[in-house]
């Protein structure tokens, strides 16, 4: 899939996954839920102990653990797959949100070795109703920031990330881009084959 969001983003885009999702107390607000999984990943990527090559899928390992419970994986897949989504059936749906939240994480694991200090500023959250925004910047050594927009949804009590805006990219439209055209000019299992491939 050439021409992803991850080769224009760069490591602000796999910090944004690896410092700024994990578990939240229930009924947490959306900016509670954000800084405090930020702070638990970035413990683990500070970590001196789990910066060896040897450590590195322990960190990974970690880091899923904070992640996986907040991520939702199968809106942020629907959403992705647009449209079609409605024509797979129950055990499609799943089979395609299992396999997508594999390619997420092997995307994110390959790069997680790029975090070399950059911090994150918690500005302000939006919400409405069960749905909210947060703002942040992802800030270099050199004092450069990227905008990150966070969205989430509220799902059983719980605040869910669904998806996230880069420097006004919208992930889920990136991916959505990317699947339709590989639907449109082959198939919806040429499309699974591809997602396969890149987990291996």
Known sequence: MHGCIWGRAGLSLALLFW????ASALGAEALDTVKSAAEKALQVLKDPTLKTSDKKKERIA???EIINPI???EEMARRSLGPYWRR??????EE???LFREFLEKT????VDLYDGEKILFKRETTELDYAQ???????DKGEARSVVYRLKRTDGQWKVYDAVIENVRIVNNYRSQFERVIAKSSYEDLKKML?????
């Open 88 to 93: 797979l059936t129950p055990a499609e749906q």
């Open 19 to 22: 410092v700024s999702f994990g």
């Open 71 to 73: 991520f939702d994986y």
């Open 196 to 200: 396969r491939e890149k987990v291996q």
């Open 96 to 98: 395609f949100a299992k």
């Open 62 to 64: 970690r880091l899923k």
């Open 108 to 111: 994110y694991a390959d790069k």
């Open 134 to 140: 947060v703002d942040s910047s992802v800030i270099n």
